[in-house]
């Protein structure tokens, strides 16, 4: 309720849901596969969703309920079994899951601490979650593997986790130390390789200004960020600093915990040490999107504040505590889905805006490799783009593929093209349509208004006119 409802197929559900179609059928996208690889080829999820759809039989829009569902699970299991370690009451472990539903944006990262449909990056920070658990139960092994699912899944979000549980691991295991300084020798001589010949190589380069144009505005670079998203960011170390001491002069710290705290701080040096490379525009570091390490630093910090708000010696009233973020949590779930978006249902499983659906069902019958023209920003503007919902190549989804393009300069320069395209022929008029069909290989135009073309199917206001 806190994310306003489940949504099937929508955001970055853009990335992800073509890139498992691909997997069922290999006939999609013949002309979008290249920009649809180009963040595919970096994760292993599109394969695992695909696997389970095929042994399963279920359709995908079932499948990713069942995976938003169990990530969900997973993250307050994770968030419980934490606080069962660190609190002294069963209370303060359910206001700490209570406190994580209080969904909001870790500023100007393109994160969220949930998401209201299935993300990967969602379900590998669960795991990530769950690993640090498992750290406090002395449990290493278990947390080495769990971290490793987590960066077959999302490696970015994984890899805040392995900072922060290698460090931990090297301060409070002095035993795994020689093993932990042989793995990163190794470590680092095949980082190495791959930089100089191997798969970072390509990633070892200078963003130029046609690359940086198609990517756009994306807050990717934390050195323009005005002062109030630095303070926002910034404000979880001084808590866990803040409550880690509180603890440790109350003697409440456990096993396991100022290790922890040692590794979350080490994030923070990270981002520091990261700063100079994404302001010099190297790619990889700006396609690593450091500035997300405030995203476990603001659970971290969250922990922290739960205890002083629950524990502490000034109030030490846990009960009271669990109930009140528990009724701010469902007061705002219900502004969320009964005010702010009365129109959304709290689970969506399938499309939700009804011409877009049956328009879209339209288009996944016609042949595979049809090419489809619509507005640039139609997935905002319907809840899922053209591709994920319509099986269907389009010439251009604006929000999403841009943030593709920084994956691969070659596909910057495809979209900077056919957005130079787009400037100078009107995509909602017959002869713009079809100049730009012709140009790039168009079959069909999806609209909201009326057109002298050929009308080949009508869905509500919506209106598919062929373009060739």
Sequence with gaps: MNAAGYRYAASDQAFYLP????????????????????????????????????TTGLSLPHLFLVFYVGTLVLLAAAAARIGGRLYRSGWTA????????????????????????????QLAFALGLWAIALFLEH????????????????????????????????????AWRTPMLAAGIIGAVVLGALAWRGTFAPRLVRMDPEWLAAIGDKDLFPLRWPPDVWLTNLMSIPIIVFCWRSRVRTERTVAGETPLVIGALTLVTFFVLW????????????????????????????VYLVWWLAEST?????????????????????????VQFPDRHIFAVDLQHADWRNAMAFAAATEPGSG????????????????????????????????????????ALRINDRERALSVLPWDTPDGSRALA???????LVIDRELALPLVHRSGSLYIYRLR
């Excluded at 570091?285 to 971290?300: G, I, S």
């Design 139 to 174: 449990r290493e092994r278990a947390a080495i593997l769990l971290v490793a699912a987590a960066a077959a899944l999302h490696p970015t979000t994984a890899a805040w986790f392995i900072i922060w549980l290698g460090v931990a691991m090297f301060t409070g295991r002095p």
């Design 438 to 444: 012709r140009r790039f290989g168009l079959d069909y």
């Design 314 to 338: 000034m109030t030490r009233r846990p009960a009271a505590v669990a109930a009140l973020i528990a009724a701010l949590s469902l007061a705002r779930g219900a502004y969320s889905c009964f």
């Design 19 to 54: 890139a498992v179609l691909r997997h069922l059928d290999p006939a999609l996208f013949p002309r979008d596969a290249p920009l649809i690889d180009s963040q595919a080829r970096l994760t292993l999820v599109d394969d695992v969703i695909a696997g389970v759809a095929r």
């Design 372 to 411: 489809w023209l619509a507005d640039p920003i139609h997935a905002a503007k319907y809840g899922s783009s053209i591709r994920a919902a319509g099986r269907r190549d389009v010439l251009i989804e604006e929000l999403k593929d841009r943030a593709i393009a920084m994956y691969d300069r070659n596909i």
């Design 94 to 121: 359910a206001a700490l899951v209570a406190a994580l539903t209080l969904r909001h944006a870790i500023a100007k990262t393109g994160a969220n601490t949930l998401e209201g449909y299935f993300h990967p990056r």
């Design 275 to 302: 700063l100079p490379f994404n302001a010099a525009h190297v790619a990889l570091a700006v396609q690593l999107q450091a500035a997300r390490v405030f995203w476990p630093l603001d659970v971290f910090a969250t």
